[in-house]
Nanobody, 119 residues
């Protein structure tokens, strides 16, 4: 069974940093792409960062490029999202998700972790 569990959210001031973690289990990383998403109240879910299953190539949304960095520790089966220079508009619930190779959508999601950035 695929399981994803985010942690590391919290309250941070503008300009501060947070590192989110996504503990993954139940699947082989080579068979899944991993993504980080967020959703703020009243807004649609936004894709932030994506790691390919085969080559590990990472892509970022323009809204976070240069401020957020995605990485992984394959020994520990953990994915990270390092968030620097946080802004109030980064406040949202952050999710990690897994997309099986051949699937057209992310079909496994964590429960989310709240990030709040004060001005």
């Amino acid at each position: 069974e695929v399981n994803l569990a985010e942690s590391g959210g919290g309250l941070q001031q503008t300009g501060g940093s947070l590192r989110l973690s996504c503990a993954a289990s139940g699947f082989t990383f080579d068979d899944y792409a991993i993504g980080w998403f967020r959703q703020a109240p009243g807004k649609e879910r936004e894709g932030l960062s994506f790691m390919g299953s085969s080559d590990g190539e990472i892509a970022y949304a323009n809204s976070v490029k240069g401020r957020f960095t995605m990485s992984s520790d394959n020994r520990k089966n953990i994915f990270y999202l390092q968030m620097n220079n946080l802004k109030p508009e980064d406040s949202a619930v952050y999710y990690c998700a897994a997309q099986q190779v051949g699937s057209t959508q992310y079909n496994h999601w964590g429960q989310g972790t709240q990030v709040t950035v004060s001005s």
